[in-house]
């Protein structure tokens, strides 16, 4: 297991932007994919995006164009950088490791969560 903390939440205006952190511990991390999530109240966990230990990314319909998700290993890190923010993109938002190392859905083989930071679109 690992341990993830997110940050860079908070409230902002439609049509501006917010760049997410996650940080993760471990020695492991370069090895697996990473991914992000959303969830709102009374609404299913949503997949947004994922990134290979390569660098190969993959991207919900709903954030193609103005979603950018990337790693730099050597800190362990994992951003989502989100412009265009819609209010339709508030929620809380998780990021989580993969067992598997491509970039995908990847269903059923997201293995460890972090807490989650909140994200609110709203003027």
């Known amino acids: 297991q690992v341990q993830m903390v997110e940050s860079g939440g908070g409230l902002v205006q439609p049509g501006g932007s917010l760049r997410l952190s996650c940080v993760a511990s471990?020695?492991?991390?370069?090895?697996?994919?990473m991914g992000w999530f959303r969830q709102a109240p009374g609404k299913e966990r949503e997949f947004v995006a994922s990134?290979?230990?390569?660098?190969?990314?993959y991207y919900a319909d709903s954030v193609k164009g103005r979603t950018t998700i990337s790693r730099d290993n050597a800190k362990n890190t994992v951003y989502l950088q989100m412009n265009t923010l819609k209010p339709e993109d508030t929620a809380t938002y998780y990021c989580?490791?993969?067992?598997?190392?491509?970039?995908?859905?990847?269903?059923?083989?997201?293995?460890?969560w972090g807490q989650g930071t909140q994200v609110t679109v709203s003027s």
């Open positions: 990134i290979s230990r390569n660098g190969g990314t």
């Open positions: 989580a490791q993969s067992r598997d190392a491509v970039a995908g859905r990847l269903d059923g083989t997201w293995a460890s």
């Open positions: 471990g020695r492991t991390f370069s090895r697996y994919a």
